[in-house]
């Protein structure tokens, strides 16, 4: 990796090659076969290393990319144009932070055999191990990892560095598969390895850790920002009751720190142990986080952690910019008829391989805007309410609120915000948002409001509602969802449906 002033750092250019490994990971809604997805995230990963504007500098070419059959894992081989280098890229599984740290299943441990004969056994988690035999067999067209960094060492100059990276679940991974690949002989010069990790959490115990850190790397580098809670697992992810900071939050309400001590717990007996030379990140909060997750709820608190774990932020504390965002739907035109409605699709990202399901069924000939930021279609055969999206070689829009379709009516209802977003019984609120009609009843929690007064229907809709009396006691939070139901829709709560009720 090229570490000369002026170029990009090589904790800078690792980062980066980890985030694209995010490329093309959540499967077309419709569906698609894993070869499928696996040639979608091959273009994608091309696509990305081809941006000159990131850290990777178009330095780096594509060798080889596999993806697991059940989409919990990928990696890619890529090498360096200008050094004698390569990197190996571990993706783990997508998901939420919860359900990534309880598919470690770290309550039990295995040896960890991999790497030969250490001079006494070490330990791993089960799922750990189980993610790295995944790594390590899954194949691109008969080709393994080992087979593909083969054929690129042995027509590689002398004394090649392979460099072994990975951002989270993939930084875990990383830190079993950098050793097994040193363990094994290669063609020509033998290579070093250098290990970077990007908010990994821990494989195995301190004996795992002990090994790997007694071999000789080229570099041993562990980066971790200090208020993201999956790398404190499995070592110490009790601190994180005392997050965040308040102001300006969110700080952990009870039910947060049940939540913490339930995840805590998963190891049982068993010591973890970090693997490598630690580089904190963000130790002052205040200067990077979230501004809309900041209330005292499990939502916020969760969604604060998914913003300090995420490759973006990652990469904006190592001062590298970001990768290229895959595709995003803002809104809708249309949201409702039957099948053969026009629909105009709003957002951005709306490149190369695009494509548009409504629900589980795909659409037929998605014209796209030059500008990349407006789809039109027409809705396919379906029932119900679903979800529009788009797929491109970048990967999938989640669903959000507003880029819902409803089959027959009526429109689906959204609540946009409200104003002011805290105060006291008998305060009124004034509800802004989408499709509201004239029966709209407004709760706040559990709670129907004494007094509502629907001063416009449709799009832009504006209700307001008087704050009934919180519903108060232990465990009960001040900050509570305020949703609308009309029209029998029920709105989608977030952040901008949050209302904090103030101290009598």
Known sequence: MPTEQGTPTTPQVAMTLAAIAATAATPRPSGETAAQQQNRAFLGVNEQLADSSLATGNDWSLRWLALSPDNANMAYLAASRSSNAFAVVLRGTVANVTDLLEDLDVGTVVPFTAVGSPAA???????????????????????????????????AAPNPTVHVIGHSLGGCIATMVAPYLRALTWPGATPGFALYTFAAPTAGGPDFAAYVDSLNWVANERYYNAWDLVPQAWTSLDDAKKWYPDPPGPAANDDIKAVITAIAALPGPHGYAQVGDANPLNPDYKSDYDP??????????????????????????????DVLPGPVVRAITGTTGKAGSAVVIAGSGFGAGTAV?????????????GDGTAISVYAPPGVGVVAVRVTTNLGTSPAVPLGQFA????????????????????????????????DAQVFFGDN???????????TPGQIVATAPAPTTGLGKPRTIDVTVLSNGYSSPTGPAAEFTYKEL
């Open 407 to 438: 089959y027959g009516g009526p429109a689906p209802v959204v609540l946009t915000g409200i104003a002011p977003d805290s105060g006291r019984k008998g305060d009124p609120v004034t509800i802004t948002g989408v499709n509201f009609g004239s």
């Open 292 to 321: 809309v997750m900041v209330k005292k709820t499990l939502q916020d608190f969760m969604g604060q952690v998914a913003y300090q774990h995420a490759n973006s932020t990652y990469l904006g504390l190592l001062g590298a910019p």
């Open 357 to 369: 399901d409504f629900g589980a069924v795909p659409c037929r000939n998605p014209a796209v805007s």
């Open 121 to 155: 056994p070490v330990a791993v988690s089960k799922g750990a191990m189980e993610a790295f035999s995944q790594v390590v067999t899954m194949d691109a067209a008969g080709v393994t990892l080992v087979q593909a960094l083969a054929g690129a060492l042995a027509g």
């Open 448 to 458: 129907p409001s004494p007094s509502v007064r629907v001063e416009r229907t449709g």
